[in-house]
């Protein structure tokens, strides 16, 4: 068992007006094999803290502790971030022209695991989770998310999530451009991947859609830069009703 715990976190950015506060004071646990969902509106600070946890150098921590299974994930690079098993899936996900997806995917699990992987179970391993992500062969020669469309890029992240087998994964705004097969089979690689290997998420998502597909043991919303209120998947089914507009009337000055 494995737990990810973020305590009274500040985060804040540097502006052409100054520090920005972003998150002011975010608490949240997660352990191994459980689905938080993260809902608020545009702007409320979700993907900041997605951010923080990977370890972006744009984001300041000026207050409050991550700790990782009791490690301060604070101290660590962002590649032993990688290593210590968090993964970040990525709202946009980033083109790399010159590496392809098969040397980038074995380099990257060999930096993971400290040594290379088999070669013969490595190429089932990655033909078996592209084959489950409806991926064609070809993908693999391709360079890096180039030219990849929307889908094609998000199904790239769960591939490697799939491959690169974290203890949590904080995936930010997966959802977004994808639609309704494609959300289908990306869906099924988060379930696959937590399932396989009782791994913890943390889903950062605008609509409950995502939560037809996986299932959220915990929902959050996220206003202002902290969580406001806490529930099961009832909650994420009112806020589809109700929107937000009620937690931000409250958030609203006097």
Request: glycine residues 8%; proline residues 3%; aromatic residues 6%.
């Amino acid at each position: 068992m494995s737990t990810l715990e973020i305590k009274d976190l500040h985060v804040s950015i540097e502006t052409d007006q100054g520090d920005k506060e972003i998150l002011k004071g975010v608490s949240l646990t997660i352990k191994s094999g459980e689905t938080h969902a993260l809902m608020g509106p545009n702007g409320s600070g979700k993907s900041t803290l997605a951010q923080a946890i990977a370890g972006h150098p744009s984001y300041t921590v000026t207050s409050g502790e991550i700790l990782l299974d009791g490690e301060d994930v604070l101290e660590m690079e962002v590649d032993e971030r990688a290593q210590a098993g968090l993964f970040l899936a990525m709202q946009y996900p980033v083109e790399v022209p010159g590496v392809s997806m098969s040397n980038f995917l074995r380099t990257a699990k060999t930096a993971l695991d400290g040594e290379a992987p088999a070669i013969r179970t490595w190429t089932k391993d990655v033909r078996t989770a592209m084959d489950n992500l409806e991926m064609e062969t070809a993908f693999a020669t391709r360079n890096v998310n180039e030219g990849f469309s929307g889908g094609e890029k998000k199904r790239a992240e769960i591939l490697q999530l799939e491959l690169f087998k974290p203890k949590f994964a904080i995936l930010d705004e997966t959802d977004s451009g994808l639609d309704i097969d494609a959300l289908r089979v990306v869906s099924a690689g988060v379930n696959r991947a937590q399932e396989n290997n009782d791994m913890g998420s943390m889903l950062i998502t605008h609509y409950t859609r995502i939560l037809r597909y996986i299932k959220p043991d915990f929902v959050h919303v996220f206003v202002d830069g902290k969580i406001v209120d806490s529930g099961g998947e009832e909650l994420a089914d009112r806020l589809e009703d109700e929107g937000y507009v009620n937690y931000e009337k409250t958030e609203a000055p006097a």
